[in-house]
């Protein structure tokens, strides 16, 4: 399976802070927000992702990351030419999907909690159809909203409801098969103007071929659209690594956990990094680890 992140928008919540840059390149707390989306697709055993993002911000996606290879992944990127909707990624990534199945990620979706790995690896081994997740939010009216049965079948979908039908919001990450890039291709925009995602869903809900699977209170979902939603992520993932000593997000740790890279690979790894905290607990992984 292969992975998408779409790192574009406006980022008009976060002015004046995007005016010049993505909201994705932000620091939450300790790492740049994109890092987040990033580690999500390494911990489903992905490794081949494009980047999306506008014509502006590419560059700097590709001068933090460049090919990927010191991770053990395989990184492209291309741009988004104006916001034209989440599902406008799977027109743009076509030929990167190439017939494949493939994961979206939104760049500014966080994800955490230890149950987390195994539903990961499991949705990254889907092959039919369409897998999208549930989580049980207090203001479902903002987001977009599935109705479940009995049975965990998936009856409805809409998008920010003016009277949800359930608590359970969808978030920014999904898996597909192959037949989306048609699905998107055939899709006509909103009245926002944009090809909506929930169209996609709703393409899949028709054939039969939509799954959900609901995130349990073990796991954390964090939007990090809004400046109040920016530092209650920040403060969120400045508790966990405090009172741990683990970090949240570290993409040379889990390219060295999943064995993308060798324990050589990580070494030079760090001979490159300037010497801070984010370094110092890269070295202290390599004693733990071997």
Not at 118 to 138: C, D, P
Not at 164 to 187: C, M, Q, R
Request: hydrophobic share 40%; glycine share 8%.
């Amino acid at each position: 399976m292969k992975g998408i992140i779409l790192a574009g928008g406006k980022g008009t919540r976060l002015f004046p802070s995007t005016k010049i840059i993505s909201k994705q390149l932000i620091p939450v707390y300790d790492k740049p927000m994109i890092y987040y989306p990033l580690s999500t697709l390494m911990e489903a055993g992905i490794r081949e992702i494009l980047i999306i993002s506008d014509e502006h911000n590419i560059v700097f996606y590709e001068e933090l990351f460049g090919d990927g290879k010191h991770l053990g992944l395989s990184l492209t990127y291309k741009v988004q030419k104006k916001p034209n909707g989440i599902a406008e990624a799977f027109i743009i990534g076509e030929d990167f999907i190439n017939g494949q199945n493939v994961a979206l990620i939104l760049g500014d979706n966080i994800f955490y909690g230890q149950e987390l790995l195994k539903t990961l690896e499991e949705a990254s081994e889907l092959e039919e159809g369409a897998l999208i997740f549930g989580y049980w939010v207090s203001n479902p009216e903002s987001y977009g909203v599935i109705e479940i049965d009995n049975k965990g079948n998936v009856v409805s979908i809409e998008e920010k409801p003016k009277k949800p039908k359930s608590n359970y919001a969808i978030p920014g990450l999904y898996f597909y098969d192959h037949t989306v890039v048609e699905i998107a291709k055939s899709l006509k925009q909103s009245k926002r103007g944009e090809l909506e995602i929930t169209d996609v869903h709703k393409a899949y809900l028709k054939k039969g071929k939509l799954k959900v699977k609901l995130l349990g209170r073990g796991v954390a979902w964090l939007d990090s659209g809004t400046h109040d939603n920016l530092v209650e992520a920040s403060m969120f993932i400045k508790t966990i690594e405090k009172r741990q000593g683990l970090k949240i997000g570290c993409i040379e740790e889990i390219a060295l956990k999943k064995d993308f890279i060798s324990k050589e690979d990580f070494k030079n790894i760090i001979k490159r990094m300037p010497e801070n905290s984010y370094t110092e607990y890269l070295k202290r992984i390599l004693k733990i680890s071997f």
